[in-house]
């Protein structure tokens, strides 16, 4: 848990649920992933949350529940047949009035990158949106996400050595089914006020520069001037209005990324790390190999030695 100007920003679903006073003796201290049936750690209802704010992703099937959750200023019902995800940075609240099953799954920028898609926001460019509707489907239609968060959760709780991969690649499934039933109306106009826009924006040239990187149309890493410059706005409008809007400075935002596209390069590619710096816009891998300690404790090699 982190707190920075009164703003609460818990890091994983088990510190989140620790603070709200909720049993976590089978919640997994994992920052990069977890599932959960629900009813199984809420007993006692109704149960309304204090607002806070979460660094990762949430995906929730809600199969049997009542109930309402809340993202920055808009409030949505949650009924059964419910799914809704949630990115990391907002405000968010909710509360349950009876719960029966309910699944929720969280994971991370960098799981999602090692092991989902390397390229996740530009294959799902949903996952960057600013406000996400819920949709409540049909039973039988919400029984083939139910397939496959079924089998998702066996494959968390079992010990193969191929886990990791076999869940990464069933999120696909859900992740692609979620684009065809969900987004395929998708409209950011519908996102909300300017300030949303703002962030939204910023969020899409912060995978660009990055894909830029990778590819070699750029040499070094933006800074906060250049995503203003890109907005044509002032640095310090920019700085302001991501950090009251997701709670994470602009500086933080970059790092995080960084990190990510880091492990996701040294896990998922054959490259020196030397290679990995100069992608990534380090002019030294001394400096790159500093900037990565400092952030996971662990040198480039011995995480992907781990």
Known sequence: MKQKEGIVIYENLYSTYKNLGLPVDTISESKDFTINDLARIHR???????????????FVFVKNAHGKYTTDDLTFDTVPGTIYFTNP???????????????????????????????IFEEFPFLLAETVRPRTLDPDTFAEFEKLYLQIDKEYQGTSPY???????LFVVILLKIKAYFWSDYNPIYEGNRSSQIVKTFKENLEK????????????LFQVQDYARLQSLNANYLSNVIKSKTGKSISAWIADKTIAEAKSLLKNSAISIK??????????????????????????????KG
Do not use: C
């Open 209 to 220: 520069h990055f894909r830029d990187l990778a590819d070699g149309r750029e040499q070094s």
């Open 89 to 119: 940075g907002h405000h968010k609240a909710f509360e349950w009035f009876d719960m029966k099953e309910l699944y929720l799954i969280t994971l991370s920028e960098s799981f999602l990158k090692e092991n989902v898609h390397p390229e």
């Open 44 to 58: 006692e209802f109704p149960f309304r949350s204090s607002v806070f704010r979460p660094s990762y992703f949430s």
């Open 163 to 169: 886990r990791t991969r076999i869940i990464g690649n």
């Open 275 to 304: 290679q990995v710096a100069f992608q990534l816009g380090f002019s030294e891998s001394n400096h790159f190999s500093n900037y990565f300690k400092k952030h996971t404790n662990l040198t480039p090699n011995a995480f992907r």
